[in-house]
Nanobody, 121 residues
Framework: QVQLVESGGGVVQAGGSLRLSCAAS????????MGWLRQATGKEREFVAA????????YYADSVKGRFTISRDNAKNTVYLQMNSLKPEDTAVYYC??????????????WGQGTQVTVSS
C-alpha cells in the first residue's frame, strides 16, 4: 500500500505559478506510476499529468501541456507538479495518485486527500 499526502496548494493570480508536492510513504514508491488529477466544483475528476515509475516518460492533458511539468524524486518518495501560467479554469482540488501502470484516466489505485488550488482573474 501507498499513503499519499499533497501540499503546496493555495491562491494565486492568473499568470502565476505554484508547485505541488506529494509525499509518499512505503518502500515501494519507485515501483508505482504517479499521477496528478483534479476536480473542479460541479465537474468530474479529470486527468492532469502522469509519470512512469522511472520518471522517463511523462503524459499531460492537452489543457495543461506546455504549462505544467510533472517530475519525481524516488530517493525522496516525492512527486511534484510545477504549474506555470495558471488560468482561472485551473481552479480545482488537485489529487496525487498512484498505480502500477501509467494511466491517463482517473483509474488510479491510491489517492491523497487533495489540495485546493485557486486561480483568481
Amino acid at each position: 500500500q501507498v499513503q499519499l499526502v499533497e501540499s503546496g496548494g493555495g491562491v494565486v493570480q492568473a499568470g502565476g505559478s505554484l508547485r505541488l508536492s506529494c509525499a509518499a510513504s512505503g518502500r515501494t514508491f519507485s515501483s508505482y506510476a504517479m499521477g496528478w488529477l483534479r476536480q473542479a466544483t460541479g465537474k468530474e475528476r479529470e486527468f492532469v499529468a502522469a509519470i512512469s515509475w522511472s520518471g522517463g516518460s511523462t503524459y499531460y492533458a492537452d489543457s495543461v501541456k506546455g504549462r505544467f511539468t510533472i517530475s519525481r524524486d524516488n530517493a525522496k518518495n516525492t512527486v511534484y507538479l510545477q504549474m506555470n501560467s495558471l488560468k482561472p479554469e485551473d481552479t480545482a482540488v488537485y489529487y496525487c495518485a498512484a498505480t502500477k501502470w501509467v494511466v491517463t484516466t482517473p483509474g488510479y489505485d491510491y489517492w491523497g486527500q487533495g489540495t485546493q488550488v485557486t486561480v483568481s482573474s
